[in-house]
């Protein structure tokens, strides 16, 4: 599995991606301030986690995209919209953007996937299943910090679930990532390779039921210090006493 985390410090298209690469030194502890939704203190490091709702947030977490899809060899130039269906996460040292994703809802115009895999993502939609998407999801390859994607990556998850209800989760994967999903958030592959044209490359979709990711959350959530033979990116999660906290501090900001 080490391998496999060393191969996918970042990632690659509009809707896909990993993050970060394995920690053996993690360590670390998290708290709330007034001015981000989430902060963890790791190895003396501080992160905080908030939305990139303004134009010099949205700026900054674009930057960071386009270096990694740059350093990957994907075309294209990616930026961060101002769009009310979708909410992007961005990670911050020291005022620095180290990790950023995006959480598309499905509305009228559907989600960015639906260029490429709208035949599969609409046999969800038939059965009443309400879906979102990660997207545009980078992290600084230097930040090598479990907990902070897994940061990243609960929120993402309240925000999908308790402020939005959605029901499955898909994600557009370049294969050589496809594993690390597959292995460490349990997400299934609904289909073949085929050509993705915002990034001009190959792309499988991914499904991942919200209910599971749920019941693994509550499983092994905050569980990072004693991990015991877990491999996978859930014991890096909040705690569900803290995923209540944050769900309601969301949901007081409006």
């Given at each position: 599995m080490e391998k496999i985390l060393d191969e996918v410090v970042t990632i690659g298209f509009d809707s896909e991606g990993p993050?970060?690469?394995?920690?053996?030194?993690?360590?670390?502890?998290?708290?709330?301030?007034?001015?981000?939704?989430?902060?963890?203190?790791?190895?003396?490091?501080?992160?905080?986690?908030?939305?990139?709702?303004?134009?010099?947030?949205?700026?900054?977490?674009?930057?960071?995209?386009?270096?990694?899809?740059?350093?990957?060899?994907?075309a294209g130039s990616h930026?961060?919209?101002?769009?009310?269906?979708?909410?992007?996460?961005?990670?911050?040292?020291?005022?620095?953007?180290?990790?950023?994703?995006?959480?598309?809802?499905?509305?009228?115009?559907?989600?960015?996937?639906?260029?490429?895999?709208?035949?599969?993502?609409?046999?969800?939609r038939q059965r009443g299943a309400k879906v979102c998407e990660i997207s545009k999801l980078a992290f600084d390859p230097t930040v090598r910090s479990k907990m902070a994607l897994g940061s990243l990556f609960h929120i993402l998850y309240i925000y999908a679930h308790h402020l939005y209800q959605c029901t499955d989760a898909f994600i557009e994967i370049n294969p050589r990532h496809r594993r690390y999903y597959e292995h460490m958030l349990g997400f299934k592959t609904l289909t073949e390779v085929r050509s993705n044209p915002r990034v001009d490359a190959p792309a499988y979709l991914l499904w991942l039921s919200l209910e599971h990711m749920g019941n693994e959350i509550d499983r092994l959530g905050g569980t990072s210090d004693n991990p015991g033979n877990e491999r996978s990116l859930y014991p890096y999660f909040?705690?569900?006493?803290?995923?209540?906290?944050?769900?309601?501090?969301?949901?007081?900001?409006?």
């Open positions: 993050g970060s690469a394995h920690d053996s030194e993690l360590s670390g502890t998290r708290s709330e301030s007034s001015d981000t939704i989430s902060e963890m203190t790791i190895n003396e490091r501080a992160f905080g986690i908030r939305v990139a709702d303004t134009e010099e947030g949205r700026n900054h977490a674009s930057m960071l995209i386009n270096k990694m899809y740059a350093w990957r060899g994907y930026r961060v919209d101002d769009n009310p269906n979708r909410i992007t996460l961005s990670a911050s040292d020291k005022g620095a953007v180290i990790g950023t994703v995006t959480l598309g809802i499905d509305s009228s115009i559907g989600i960015l996937a639906d260029e490429v895999f709208k035949d599969q993502i609409d046999l969800f909040f705690s569900k006493r803290e995923e209540i906290g944050i769900a309601n501090r969301l949901f007081n900001i409006g």
